[in-house]
């Protein structure tokens, strides 16, 4: 099969093993809810356990990481997926999802001098903050 296209036999063998998730989790993956990595790790839970990660997935409303469904799949091949395990391996935050601030780069350099680096910009914007900070917290104490 993998002569007679762009995948390699490997990958192959990856698309194949989707073939053991659940219709449930198979569709998720299909709408891209699920990524293709974790899929295939997921793929190597029992029925059973997809069905609890399921039902987690939708009380948590989240899909597991990569990293997730690796621990995933240890739990279950070493027999101690359990559903609160699944539920607390799933309640983890993610790096990925976690909300990030982004700033336009010129919307902060016009406070500083044009021969700053994008270091010493990125240290004094974080020493400002610092500033700011202990300020509220005499503010605070003050206040009291």
Known sequence: MAEDSNDSSRQIQRYIRLTYLIPELLQQVDDSKIAFNPAVELSYLLEQEQRVLLDAMALNDCTPSHAQSIQLKKLSLDGLLSTDAIGEILSEPKPNQQEQYKFRRDDIRRYFPASYTDK?????????????????????????
């Open 120 to 144: 010493q910009v990125y240290e004094a914007v974080f020493k400002a903050l610092d500033l700011l900070k202990r300020q509220r917290e005499r503010d605070n104490r003050d206040e009291r």
